[in-house]
């Protein structure tokens, strides 16, 4: 199955999914958008209202935000994969609990098995307790870190600077260094990947012609 068909069919499987008690509140879905062989994943919370309305992620204030983030990076955001650890919204916004975390979990590992980003940046503090657990993102925002074959970079949910005003300059500090970031990511990734050899030319050998010549007797195989 191709990586294209499987997203969608995790879409398809997220649109139904009655794994917990968030499909009795929801409106729509959402899986997740991006390319397919996006080389960057972000990964936030999980929907709220407007994305709840359109099943697409970081529609609302936050998401218009995080465009200018991204921007700022010299980034796009039809080039990275965005999603959230929770596929629907938690009522009133709440912080997703750990049954909807376990019951999506599996639909987001699939999903980053698919894609196979190289560089994950995790928004807010669920995302980041998914690749760093017992870390505290007031200490770890800003900062990458090699988890398998992988660079993870903690990031604070852009929704935070709309509640937390003290909070946006942190985050505005961190995406500025982001470029930097993702520049040594791409180094140690460019450093591990394996060579490859160039192709060697066969020797071009006269084509086999079994007309013994004129001036040679055929000569008798020897099978031991």
């Known amino acids: 199955m191709s990586a294209t068909d499987t997203l969608f069919q995790i879409t398809s499987e997220v649109s139904v999914c009655t794994r917990c008690t968030l499909h009795k509140t929801r409106n729509k879905s959402v899986p997740g958008v991006g390319p397919e062989n996006a080389e960057i994943m972000l990964i936030g919370e999980g929907p709220g209202y407007n994305e709840n309305e359109q099943g697409l992620p970081f529609v609302g204030q936050a998401g218009q935000f995080l465009t200018e983030l991204l921007a700022q990076a010299g980034l796009k955001r ?118 490859v050899a160039p192709a060697q030319v066969a020797e071009q050998k006269p084509a086999y012609d079994p007309t013994p010549k004129t001036d040679e007797k055929p000569t008798q195989l020897k099978l031991f």
Do not use: Y
Not at 86 to 95: A, H, M, S, T
Not at 107 to 125: H, S, V, Y
């Open 78 to 195: 039809e080039d990275v994969w965005i999603g959230n650890v929770v596929k629907c919204r938690p009522p009133n916004n709440r912080d997703p609990l750990p049954e909807e975390l376990s019951a999506c979990d599996a639909f987001l590992e699939r999903q980053i098995a698919t894609i196979n980003p190289k560089i994950i940046i995790t928004l807010g503090r669920f995302s980041m307790g998914k690749f760093m657990p017992g870390a505290k993102i007031s200490i770890v925002h800003g900062q990458m870190r090699k988890i398998g074959s992988r660079f993870v970079i903690a990031m604070f949910h852009p929704a935070a600077a709309l509640h937390q005003p003290n909070i946006k300059p942190a985050i505005l500090a961190d995406f500025a260094k982001l470029p930097q970031l993702l520049d040594v990511a791409r180094k140690e990734i460019a450093k591990s990947a394996p060579v």
